[in-house]
């Protein structure tokens, strides 16, 4: 018997700590391939969070890396002043767009070493922070620049001096932080970086920062570029990328990514779980939404569109289905809309459940986000024989055959609510539809070949 592949894969906010597509999509990927041995290398915010999944057998450890906290060197970094002049040299790369390349920076940061105290306290750190205010914060005072810059470095320190554990290919689930650890990993050991994208994390993160309003103009400026130039190290340098769909492919390949090496690999889910699904009828007309409780998604245009539907629709039942603890604040502002609507008989929030059991009534599911990439939920309800509107985020679109009678702009609950009663109103229409999008699913995104598709990429990595 040969020696089973360990794979290791780096996570950024995701898997195993938050649910989620991505998250999912993980973890059915490591239980799909009992074969491989897979390590965890997560990424977190925070120490001592809690697991939300119940790992695998197959995952063989597990590595928590804190950004939050404030590292101490275990390892002596020689020659200080080079890997300075580097970091130098890498933010004028930032700055310009040009390729950065790490391998030098790498070899002068031992595992285990941590920089930012040598940027700090060294006459060339400080010269260089000085310089950079100067230069990049003209209008405000150093202190607001200092505690911007020592937020951002000190997370790619702590990157870049971490120890992931030791694995034959490195898969990351991100750009960003994930990715500069499996890069960082690739120079170092000299092993495969295989990247895996479901959206585009630079995207998201620059929509996250323009929503911001705590982040002013220049330090907003300076967390973009940093984004931007983490995502396009990862495509120049990882040995295969991958995106689900077209569009975000050629995204990769604009900014670095290889023609040859830049390949689309559709999400999959269990077809046979799925539409399984016995579907009955209940009295009334249930429209839901599975997903977690938190902005990206935008439940209150959800809870818009259900107020537009009820004024017509009397008889309509509408349901959350989903966690509501990641953001508790977005849930409580949920909560109150709600009420102050008048819809606190008939809108639901039911926290975590066996979505199984809410696909055999429901008559039809929403998706209201902002910004999606190729949300498994789309496909798990057409497997089940439940029709779907949705906004017009990634690769929806595409999914939904482009239909307008499915489609809406992002927040425009007016047209969600039209759609919704479309599909109410033209039952026998919905029924042949519905058929269509059954077998769709079942030819084009069974998870069974994603299992297959990811376990050739590894060997194939491995053998070349």
């Not at 996570?11 to 700590?17: A, T």
Request: net charge neutral.
């Amino acid at each position: 018997m040969g020696k089973r592949i360990r794979v290791c894969f780096v996570l950024e906010g995701s898997y195993p700590y938050i649910t989620g597509g991505v998250s999912s999509w993980v973890h059915d990927l490591i239980q799909g391939m009992p074969e491989i041995d897979f390590v965890l290398f997560s990424i977190s915010p925070g120490k001592d969070q809690t697991l939300k999944y119940e790992l695998p057998e197959n995952v063989v450890e597990h590595r928590d890396l804190v950004l939050s906290s404030i590292k101490k060197s275990k390892t002596k970094i020689k020659g200080k002043v080079k890997p300075l002049k580097l970091i130098r040299k890498m933010h004028q790369d930032f700055r310009t767009s040009a390729r950065t390349d790490l391998g030098e920076l790498v070899s002068h940061i031992p595992e285990g070493s941590y920089l930012y105290d040598e940027a700090v306290k060294s006459d060339i750190g400080w010269e260089m922070l000085g310089e950079a205010n100067v230069k990049n914060n003209p209008m405000y005072p150093f202190t607001d620049y200092f505690w911007a810059w020592r937020s951002a470095h000190n997370m790619i320190f702590t990157i870049l001096g971490a120890q992931p554990p030791e694995a034959d290919i490195y898969h990351s689930v991100s750009t960003g932080y994930a990715g500069l650890i499996a890069l960082a990993a690739k120079i170092r050991y000299g092993k495969p970086f295989l990247l895996t994208e479901h959206g585009l994390y630079h995207k998201e993160r620059e929509m996250e920062l323009r929503k911001a309003q705590f982040i002013q103009g220049y330090q907003r400026d300076m967390w973009i570029k940093i984004y931007n130039s983490l995502s396009r190290m990862a495509y120049q340098q990882s040995d295969i990328s991958t995106s689900l769909f077209e569009y975000n492919r050629r995204i990769q390949i604009s900014l670095g990514a290889g023609e040859d090496t830049a390949l689309v690999i559709p999400n999959g889910i269990d077809v046979e779980k799925f539409s399984s699904v016995q579907r009955e009828e209940r009295e009334g007309f249930h429209v839901g939404l599975v997903g977690r409780v938190v902005p990206i998604k935008d439940i209150k245009t959800f809870i818009t569109m259900s107020r537009m539907v009820h004024e017509h629709v009397k008889e309509a039942r509408f349901y959350c289905i989903g966690p509501t603890d990641e953001d508790e604040a977005y849930f409580e502002d949920c909560q109150r809309m709600v009420e102050s609507f008048n819809l606190s008989d008939v809108f639901f929030f039911t926290g975590r459940q066996n979505v199984l059991e809410y696909y055999s009534f429901l008559d039809v599911v929403l998706l209201t986000s902002v910004r999606e990439a190729q949300p498994l939920v789309i496909l798990e309800a057409y497997s089940a024989g439940v029709p779907v509107v949705s906004t017009k985020v990634g690769n929806v679109p595409e999914m939904l055959d482009y239909d307008d009678r499915f489609l809406a702009s992002s927040k425009d609950a007016e047209k969600l609510a039209w759609n919704v009663k479309w599909i109410k109103n033209h039952p026998d229409e919905m029924t042949l539809i519905n058929v269509k999008n059954k077998e769709k699913v079942k030819k084009l995104y069974n998870k069974k070949d994603l299992y297959s598709t990811y376990q050739k990429l590894y060997t194939d990595l491995l053998e070349n």
